[in-house]
């Protein structure tokens, strides 16, 4: 790039001085044409006054070898006198070594005054430029016409060596020009080899690398800044997907070393059929477990590749409708651990309702596994303003575009072991559990909230989590309403 623009640089340059050139030498070719053309002109003048002068005529007949020294002057004028054609047109004087044939154009009246315009220009056969100009004069009592040319040599040659010199500072203007760009664009492009250096070195195993604004013009800031930001991504983005690998290992290794375990022990010695029984059940569950993780997994896979909210088929649902679903869905369970599941409220909903009683259920699953025994697990519903919803989301609908005037919120809450503050922006992250010490079949394999999370995402809804005193924690959806997405 550097030698494309410098390049180009040196053409400009060199085509302006070229122009630059042509102008100059055209305006002082004129400038000198103007000036022979003045001369000759007044040449014109001195001869008129000369012939009129009394005793001309006997001068001009008896001595005009003196009349020839005094007028010619320069070996370039050249001078003829005719006498009237009504006189014979006789040749009273030439002055004419070369023997140029003359103008014989109309002459300039005697009582006018010649001007620019009445001088003929022309070239001799050798190439030399030659002014012609003719006009009556009187000489004594008789008119005559006088014709008088003028010869250009040291024009050419001074026009030749201008030419010359004007081709070789074009040339030097046009290189010294490509110097001056070269060194200009090399010095301007040294932020982008610093910015080459510093992604160069920028890896897998260093995204935690930025590049330096502080050193870039002030044209390339936005861009390192936004390269800077898109490293940021990069790093959180390939930190989950590292940390989801060694996950999903550790959560597939439990199931599987259970399965080789009993598999093992069962092998080693031959056993009752009862035990084989035994065995080939709690076997099916691992294996029901694993086909719930992989189903899970694969619902956060595809949902990765919606494209927007509109992607999924809404429907207008009654929110009450579904909590009392899910509510009556979870019943049994709640009563097996002490607890109450307590429903008010209602919104409208404009929801996909599979994915929306999916969400609800791992929410109150969720709630139903870790509540305190003896407890009230809230479902609710409402309907909440936009600036409502930005006071208590901060940017996170910002951040997801929308642009709805109202949202329906749906909130599950129960009491159980307190939450630190810092694990809360965590409970939706894949296979995270709060409580490491919970085993898979007490704690699940930590993708529903991530699920809920995916769900709420899709309908350009959020999905978050608040803490309360004594242990209170509530899961808070909202979907925006019919509409306004």
Same mark, same amino acid.
């Given at each position: 790039?550097?030698?494309?623009? *410098?390049?180009?640089?040196?053409?400009?340059?060199?085509?302006?001085?070229?122009?630059?050139?042509?102008?100059?030498?055209?305006?002082? %070719?004129?400038?000198?044409?103007?000036?022979?053309?003045?001369?000759?002109?007044?040449?014109?003048?001195?001869?008129?006054?000369?012939? #009129?002068?009394?005793? =001309?005529? %006997?001068?001009?007949?008896?001595?005009?070898?003196?009349?020839?020294?005094?007028?010619?002057?320069?070996?370039?004028?050249? $001078? @003829?006198?005719?006498?009237?054609?009504?006189?014979?047109?006789?040749?009273?004087?030439?002055?004419?070594?070369?023997?140029?044939?003359?103008?014989?154009?109309?002459?300039?009246?005697?009582?006018?005054?010649?001007?620019?315009?009445?001088?003929?220009?022309?070239?001799?056969?050798?190439?030399?430029?030659?002014?012609?100009?003719?006009?009556?004069?009187?000489?004594?009592?008789?008119?005559? @016409?006088?014709?008088? /040319?003028?010869?250009?040599?040291?024009? !050419?040659?001074?026009?030749?060596?201008?030419?010359?010199? $004007?081709?070789?500072?074009?040339?030097?203007?046009? *290189?010294?020009?490509?110097?001056?760009?070269?060194?200009?664009?090399?010095?301007?492009?040294?932020?982008?080899?610093?910015?080459?250096?510093?992604?160069?070195?920028?890896?897998?195993?260093?995204? &935690?690398?930025?590049?330096?604004?502080? &050193?870039?013009?002030? %044209?390339?800031?936005?861009?390192?800044?936004?390269?800077?930001?898109?490293?940021?991504?990069?790093?959180?983005?390939?930190?989950?997907?590292?940390?989801?690998?060694? &996950?999903?290992?550790?959560?597939?290794?439990?199931?599987?070393?259970?399965?080789?375990?009993?598999?093992?022990?069962?092998? !080693?010695?031959?056993?009752?059929?009862? @035990?084989?029984? /035994?065995?080939?059940? *709690?076997?099916?569950?691992?294996?029901?477990?694993?086909?719930?993780?992989?189903?899970?997994?694969?619902?956060?896979?595809?949902?990765?590749?919606? /494209?927007?909210?509109?992607?999924?088929?809404?429907?207008?649902?009654?929110? #009450?409708?579904?909590?009392?679903?899910?509510?009556?869905?979870?019943?049994?369970? #709640?009563?097996?651990?002490?607890?109450?599941?307590?429903?008010?409220?209602?919104?409208?909903?404009?929801?996909?309702?599979?994915?929306?009683?999916?969400?609800? /259920?791992?929410?109150?699953?969720?709630?139903?596994?870790?509540?305190?025994?003896?407890?009230?697990?809230?479902?609710?519903?409402?309907?909440?303003?936009?600036?409502?919803? %930005?006071?208590?989301?901060?940017?996170?609908?910002?951040?997801?575009?929308?642009? #709805?005037?109202?949202?329906?919120?749906?909130?599950?809450?129960?009491?159980?072991?307190?939450?630190?503050?810092?694990?809360?922006?965590?409970?939706?992250?894949?296979?995270?559990?709060?409580?490491?010490?919970?085993?898979? &079949?007490?704690?699940?394999?930590?993708?529903?909230?991530?699920?809920?999370?995916?769900?709420?995402?899709?309908?350009?809804? !959020?999905?978050?989590?608040? =803490? *309360?005193?004594?242990?209170?924690?509530?899961?808070?959806?909202?979907?925006?309403?019919?509409?306004?997405?």
């Amino acid at each position: 790039m550097g030698w494309r623009l *410098g390049l180009s640089g040196a053409l400009v340059a060199a085509v302006a001085s070229a122009l630059l050139g042509a102008y100059l030498y055209r305006s002082f %070719e004129q400038q000198l044409l103007h000036r022979d053309d003045v001369q000759l002109l007044g040449k014109l003048r001195q001869l008129r006054q000369l012939l #009129a002068h009394s005793g =001309t005529p %006997e001068l001009l007949r008896e001595q005009a070898d003196y009349l020839r020294d005094t007028m010619s002057g320069e070996s370039n004028a050249l $001078i @003829e006198i005719h006498a009237a054609p009504e006189q014979g047109a006789a040749l009273l004087l030439r002055i004419n070594p070369p023997g140029l044939p003359l103008s014989q154009d109309r002459p300039v009246p005697l009582n006018q005054q010649a001007e620019l315009q009445d001088i003929r220009h022309a070239l001799r056969e050798d190439g030399v430029p030659v002014a012609l100009l003719n006009a009556w004069a009187q000489l004594g009592p008789d008119p005559v @016409e006088i014709r008088l /040319a003028r010869l250009y040599p040291e024009r !050419s040659e001074l026009l030749a060596d201008y030419r010359l010199r $004007i081709a070789a500072t074009s040339l030097a203007a046009g *290189g010294l020009s490509a110097a001056l760009v070269l060194w200009l664009i090399w010095q301007g492009l040294a932020p982008l080899r610093r910015l080459r250096a510093q992604t160069a070195a920028i890896g897998p195993h260093s995204l &935690d690398l930025r590049l330096h604004a502080a &050193d870039m013009p002030e %044209e390339l800031r936005p861009l390192v800044e936004g390269i800077n930001t898109m490293l940021s991504r990069l790093e959180q983005g390939y930190a989950q997907l590292n940390q989801f690998a060694a &996950d999903l290992a550790h959560e597939l290794r439990s199931p599987l070393a259970v399965l080789t375990g009993q598999s093992q022990v069962m092998l !080693s010695r031959p056993r009752p059929p009862a @035990e084989y029984a /035994a065995l080939l059940e *709690g076997q099916l569950q691992e294996l029901e477990r694993l086909n719930r993780m992989v189903d899970s997994l694969l619902f956060l896979a595809r949902s990765e590749h919606e /494209a927007t909210a509109a992607a999924i088929e809404r429907k207008q649902l009654s929110a #009450a409708d579904e909590l009392a679903r899910q509510a009556d869905y979870f019943a049994d369970l #709640a009563e097996e651990r002490g607890l109450q599941l307590r429903c008010q409220g209602d919104a409208p909903l404009w929801a996909e309702p599979a994915m929306l009683r999916r969400a609800l /259920a791992n929410l109150i699953a969720n709630a139903v596994q870790h509540a305190s025994a003896g407890t009230v697990i809230e479902l609710s519903a409402r309907t909440e303003t936009a600036q409502a919803c %930005e006071a208590e989301t901060g940017s996170e609908l910002k951040n997801l575009r929308v642009s #709805a005037a109202a949202f329906a919120v749906l909130e599950v809450s129960n009491q159980g072991l307190p939450v630190p503050a810092e694990l809360l922006p965590r409970l939706f992250d894949r296979f995270f559990r709060a409580d490491p010490s919970r085993t898979a &079949d007490s704690g699940g394999s930590g993708l529903g909230l991530a699920i809920v999370r995916r769900i709420l995402t899709l309908h350009g809804g !959020s999905a978050q989590v608040h =803490t *309360g005193p004594a242990g209170r924690i509530r899961f808070v959806l909202r979907f925006p309403l019919p509409g306004r997405v």
